[in-house]
């Protein structure tokens, strides 16, 4: 993984019992509005930064590859220290020893934001597929999934494990406009 100056992203002790983070850069700072001291030994599942709008699935994911000591890529819902909607693509790498223990944890940050929106002075807020575009004409838009048609094959009673749901309030994100 090559970090430039557009990157965010913390590294974390996995030595330790909460993988505490040892070190984040200015890009992370600036991302989410906290200070280099106020982020240092916190876990690195960043619970200083769920809100009511984190989906508890998405914590779970993120806490299995620390876990299982495996690289992954979790979207997830986080907020700025000032309550702004942040929805991010967190990339997990552990990185190994000579031995091959894993001794820590690089976390990069990628904001899941229209560039071009963010360029052209609107600020995107985003909350379950919804997104709400500040500026001039407010207004709701909503997501849609791609309209062709997809073969999708069920899953045996063998396979099948589980539903997960995440029950979120009805107004669960305060960027969310009332």
Sequence with gaps: MRFNEDRKFLIANAQMKNC??????????????????????????CQFLVGPGTMKSALAQLAQALVG????????LYYAKEG???PCL?????????????????????????????????????VQGWVWAGGQNRRLKMRLPSLRPVRRTSLSKEQFEGVVVDYLQANPCPCWPT
């Design 20 to 45: 505490g983070i040892i070190y984040c850069n200015e890009g992370f700072c600036q991302m989410f509005g906290f200070s280099r001291a106020e982020i240092m030994q916190q876990s690195c599942t």
């Design 69 to 76: 000591s495996e690289e992954r890529k979790v979207e997830i």
């Design 84 to 86: 702004t909607c942040m």
């Design 90 to 126: 967190i990339d997990v790498v552990p990185v190994k020893n000579e031995e091959g223990m894993v001794i820590m944890f690089i976390l990069n940050y990628q904001e899941l934001i229209d560039p071009t929106l963010k360029k052209g002075g609107l600020r995107q807020k985003m």
